[in-house]
């Protein structure tokens, strides 16, 4: 049976874009196409498509305000399209925030013709959400503002581990998929005085992870910077890895450093985890800890298991907290995993820790 697709954009030159795109592919079969999101939330209560590519900014109303509408009536999965603004990238992690899947950057060449790696992209990343369970339908998705002016993390069964950070030098949070939206319910929770510093590798790409970290900072109470090479990392401090680039971390004289690189041609992720994780079991070993949240593949895995090696703490989101348990289920597999918790006793033990 084939995937059904409602196509969302207010240009009709890149609705034909995505319409050839599908065309293409047998998997998938093209239901309809909406203009505005107001189109868009009566279309899907028609039409009840599988998945949903939606445009960030469109007249009448825009890609956030139609996710919150659509996913008042429907458990759908939608995918956002964004440009590779800084405006585009703000608007973007709203909707992610107000319950879209995952999102995907427009990269298209001028005239007719479209970035082979962008259809590439959209065909394998609409497969993959397509597979996820349906998203657990909750009336209206919270926003992150909401979720910081709430103050409170929902009780939970498994109380998990009691790690306090008070011997550690670092913390290192690993996510993909359904880490930005995650994530802003994580960092805002984290006190100003937690006593190490953190350095967060989300898959994104360049241009997304900046207006990530300003973003980030505007709703906590730790600081929170977009890591620049050389920069020290200091306790009550959250670094966020750029895009497109490999982030690592070094032990110069006791003080920590991140080191920012260009990524080599044969590296598909970019941060990648591994690679990060790697250098922080070299250079912090047995004062670490990593925290590996959801996300596609099994991109932290091999890193896990050297800071593993080297004495760190390694904690997994579980699977019902996670919208892909990828990465977190890779880390479970291998026995590497000291924690196995959900994503609000994480926030609970996060906020919990102060210098």
Known sequence: MSIRVLVVDDSSFFRRIIRNILAKDDAFELVGEAKNGVEAVEMVSRLKPDLVTMDVEMPVMGGIAAVGAILEQLPVKILMLSSLTQKGAHFTLDALAAGAVDFLPKEIRGGEGVCDSFAQSLLAKLRQIHHLSVPQFKGRASTAKEDVRAGAVRTNSHRGSQHSFENDQLLMIGASTGGPAALQKVVPRIRAQFPIPVVIVQHMPAGFTSAFARRLGEHSAVGVCHAEDGMKLVAGHVYIAPGGMQLSVENENGQLLARIKEPNAEQIYRPCIDIALASVARSV??????????GMGADGREGARALKKAGGTIWAQDEASSV???????IAKAGLADEILSLDRIIQLLSKARG
């Open 285 to 294: 070993g047995d004062g670490a800890c990593a925290i590996i949240m959801t």
């Open 324 to 330: 892909i348990y990828g990465m977190p289920m890779a």
